[in-house]
């Protein structure tokens, strides 16, 4: 039995290390180009503008001639008078003449409309973006607590094999080693709740992304650390107002009421219709001129007129409206990622060396006789509990940084 154990035991290690390596591990540019190319909100968008640039094909048409035929003076009681070359024959062909613009103002409102439709496409790629790159981060805090709570439990396993080794040559109590192990039950179950949370991290990351992928397979890489750096407030304020597509939206918006205004005082105008007239009676052939212009006697278009001037005000309001939210959302994440800085700075310059040397100095005592084993206790605690803030705190800034670029529209910090 032994045999063949051993005999299998280099082909298992072989299978764990092909699994290993099936695992794929994508970075953040992998995984935006999948969701880029699968996500079906985004395509649904992007559909909308094609829809749109055809809606601009319409409005750019030209009105189509229109022929006529008139054929009357058919001889139909006189017998005597029965002959073809008595009737009459009138073809007409005429054109509507459209006035003031309005065949380009309607086609300048179609183009406004759809560049009103990509801004609002790149709005919504703008909001999926900030929770795929949201989801991403969850992954990559996962991993960095199933990394700390992997290495605590080893540690503390170690721990453990001393203090039983100590036990056996009547060091310690059997009491202080239950209560040593004991300990264990937290490490242990912060572990598989590591394991638990990342494994869900995963999914919903490949839920955004529409990919099928399956869990166990997938894997991402990226930077889980912060910078010290700050971008200046002033810059960010001006970058969100030239780049956030959904402000930007705004504006076009009060460009197409602008012009709609203008096409429906266009509208208001009377068309004239021009067109040719040829005739044949009998052995005559003669040519006539139409002319056929519309009397304006009640103006049908007034409310319109009302309507269009209304709707450029209200879209000026709200205008200013998004301006003043993207301000407002800006000044929040910029004041939220600064407070989270100074809250990590202390992390990596003081409490993680102090935490570690804590430990290791509690530790290094109580293994040889110089500690209580509630100050053992205690010390392991805080360095769990001191490693574990840091981490959340790292989960929290690079969440506040895609706060930052989701309310800039664009990545000021990457």
């Known amino acids: 039995m032994l045999k063949n154990t051993g005999r299998f035991l280099p082909l298992l290690v072989l299978s764990l290390m092909l699994r290993a390596q099936a695992q794929e591990r994508w970075s953040w540019d992998t995984v935006r180009e999948h969701f880029e190319r699968n996500n079906p909100s985004l395509r649904a968008g992007q559909l909308n503008v094609e829809e749109a640039k055809a809606d601009e ?24 008078q029965l002959s073809p070359n008595n009737a009459q024959w009138t073809p007409t062909l005429t054109q509507l003449i459209e006035r003031q613009g309005k065949r380009r ?56 094999a001393v203090n039983r080794e100590r036990f056996q040559a009547g060091d310690i109590a059997k009491i202080d080693l239950q209560r040593v192990e004991l300990q264990r039950v937290q490490f242990a179950g912060d572990y598989q709740n590591a394991l638990v949370n990342l494994r869900q991290a995963k999914l919903d990351l490949l839920a955004l992304m529409s990919e099928k992928t399956p869990v166990d397979n997938f894997d991402v890489d990226g930077v889980f650390d912060f910078h ?22 705004t504006a076009t918006a009060v460009q197409k009421a602008q012009v709609d205004h203008k096409l429906a005082w266009a509208n208001g105008s009377t068309d004239p219709t021009v067109g040719i007239e040829y005739q044949r009676t009998g052995p005559y052939n003669t040519l006539g001129v139409d002319l056929a212009i519309p009397l304006r006697i009640f103006d049908r278009n007034q409310g319109e007129k009302q309507r269009t001037q209304i709707e450029m005000e209200r879209s000026e309001r709200l205008r200013q409206a998004a301006a003043t939210g993207v301000l407002r959302d800006v000044d929040s994440a910029h004041a939220a990622l600064a407070s989270l800085l100074e809250l990590l700075k ?50 929290s800034y690079l969440s506040a940084v895609n706060q930052l670029n989701f309310t800039v529209g664009r990545e000021v910090i990457p």
């Open 57 to 80: 094909v319409t409005a750019n048409l030209r009105p189509n001639p229109q022929l006529g035929i008139v054929l009357d003076q058919f001889t139909v009681f006189n017998r005597d």
């Open 228 to 249: 010290d750096a700050l971008p200046d407030l002033g810059e960010v304020r001006r970058q969100a107002l030239a780049t956030r597509p959904d402000l930007q939206s």
């Open 105 to 160: 103002l309607r086609y300048q409102s179609a183009q406004l409309a759809t560049q009103g439709t990509q801004q609002d496409t790149q709005d919504l790629e703008r909001n999926l973006l900030f929770s795929l790159r949201d989801a991403f981060i969850r992954v990559l805090a996962s991993k960095s607590i199933l990394q700390l709570a992997s290495d605590n439990l080893a540690y503390y396993d170690k721990v453990i």
């Open 346 to 395: 202390p992390y990596r310059e003081h409490y993680l060396p102090e935490a570690t040397d804590v430990r290791e100095t509690i530790s290094f005592s109580y293994a040889h006789g110089g500690a209580s084993l509630l100050d053992f206790l205690d010390a392991q605690r805080e360095y769990r509990d001191t490693q574990l803030n840091y981490r959340n705190l790292i989960a």
